[in-house]
C-alpha cells in the first residue's frame, strides 16, 4: 500500500505515515517499499480480493478509464483477473460487437448484462482468493486461440523482468493468455512499478503497452522503472497526466459507459523497432511488432518522446 493511501485511511500526515512504518518495520511488523510499504514476506505474500479491492481505487479506475480508448468495436480480447481488470471490464460494456474471452468471474460478471458485448470463458479450476479459473483447465482451453489485445494486470512490474505475479498457477494462465494475443497491454497503477514477485508472467520485451497513474513527485522508484520500460520500447500511457497523479477528481464515467476523449493520455510509443522485429511486424516472436496503425518515429520524434518520459520522472 502506498504511504499516500496510508495517510488518506488514518487521515493523517504522509510524514507521520512515513514515520509509523519506520518503526513498524523496526519490529518486523511490515517491509518498507519507495513509496509505500507490504506485509513481511512480499515476495511470495499475495492479498486477496477484499484487500486489493481497496487498494488504489482512485488510480485503478482512472487506468481503467484510459485503457477503455484502446479497445474498438468488433474487437475480439482477452481480459485477465485482477480487480483493475473488473475496472476496465465495466467500461467495455458499451463496446459495439466486442468479443471477451476470460478467465475472471469478476470481469465476466461486469459483463453480464452487456447485451452487445459476447462473453467467452475459459475452463479450469475456481481459484477463489481471486474468482479466477486456473489450472490446466483454463491453459487447453486457450490453445488455439488468437485475439488482437490482451489486458492483464499483476502484482509487480519491473523493466528487468516484466509483470510478474506471486501464484504459479495464475502466472501459468497469464501466459497463455498472452500467448493468445496480438498485443500485450499491462495495467499497473504506480505502486506496483518497481515491485518485483515470485513468477514472471509477460517479459518486458513481449509488453507493448503500459497503461498506469502519474506517479506522486516524492516516488524516484516509479518514475527511474517508467524510464526504463520506455527505454526497452514498452509504450506509456500515463492517466490523468493532464491533472492531479491519481486522477481522484474521477474523470471516468460511472455505470461502465466509456465516452473517448475524456480521459487525458500522455502516449510514449515505440522508441525502436524491438531487437530481432522485421519491417511489419514480424519477427522472431509472435508478440513482437508495431502496433496496426502506428509507424516508428523517427529520431527527432524519439528524442521528443524519451523527453516527455523525462519529465514525467522528474515530475
Known amino acids: ?35 509505500g510499504a507490504v506485509l513481511p514476506g512480499g515476495f511470495t505474500r499475495e492479498s486477496g480480493f477484499p484487500q486489493k479491492s481497496h487498494l ?35 467500461r467495455l460494456a458499451r463496446v459495439p460487437g466486442l468479443t471477451v474471452v476470460t478467465n475472471s468471474l469478476l470481469v465476466a460478471q461486469a459483463l453480464a448484462h452487456a447485451n452487445r458485448v ?66 500485450v497491454v499491462v495495467l499497473a497503477d504506480h505502486t506496483k512499478l518497481g515491485s518485483d514477485t515470485m513468477f514472471q508472467t509477460v517479459p518486458t520485451d513481449v509488453i507493448t503497452r503500459l497503461v498506469t497513474d502519474e506517479p506522486p513527485v516524492h516516488d524516484d522508484r516509479a518514475g527511474t522503472e517508467l524510464q526504463a520500460l520506455a527505454d526497452q520500447g514498452v509504450q506509456i500511457a500515463v492517466a490523468g497526466s493532464s491533472g492531479s497523479g491519481n486522477n481522484s477528481s474521477g474523470n471516468g464515467q460511472q455505470g ?44 527527432g520524434e524519439r528524442e521528443r518522446e524519451r523527453a516527455r518520459v523525462a519529465d514525467l520522472r522528474r515530475r
Not at 477503455?68 to 471490464?89: D, K, R
Open 118 to 183: 459476447e462473453v467467452v470463458m475459459t475452463g479450469g479450476t475456481l481459484r477463489g482468493s481471486n474468482y479466477a479459473l486456473v489450472g490446466s483447465g483454463a491453459e487447453q482451453s486457450l490453445h488455439g486461440l488468437r485475439v488482437s489485445k490482451a489486458f492483464l494486470s499483476g502484482s509487480g512490474l519491473t523493466a528487468e523482468r516484466g509483470l510478474s505475479t506471486s501464484n504459479m498457477l495464475s502466472a501459468s494462465v497469464d501466459r497463455a493468455l498472452v500467448q493468445a494475443a496480438a498485443e
Open 256 to 299: 461502465g459507459e466509456h465516452v473517448p476523449g475524456r480521459q487525458q493520455r500522455r502516449d510514449v510509443p515505440l522508441p525502436n523497432p524491438r531487437r530481432g522485429q522485421l519491417p511489419g511486424g514480424a519477427a522472431g516472436h509472435p508478440l513482437r511488432g508495431t502496433m496496426l496503425g502506428e509507424q516508428p518515429g523517427g529520431p
Open 56 to 90: 488504489a481505487t482512485a488510480e485503478k479506475t482512472a487506468i481503467a478509464d484510459l485503457a477503455a480508448s484502446f479497445v474498438e468495436e468488433g474487437e475480439a480480447i482477452v481480459v485477465g483477473a485482477g480487480t483493475t481488470t473488473q475496472e476496465l471490464a465495466r
Open 1 to 35: 500500500m502506498s504511504l499516500r493511501e496510508l495517510a488518506r485511511v488514518v487521515q493523517t500526515s504522509e510524514v507521520t505515515v512515513r514515520r509509523d512504518v519506520r518503526a513498524l518495520e523496526a519490529e518486523g511488523l511490515l517491509d518498507r517499499r519507495h513509496g
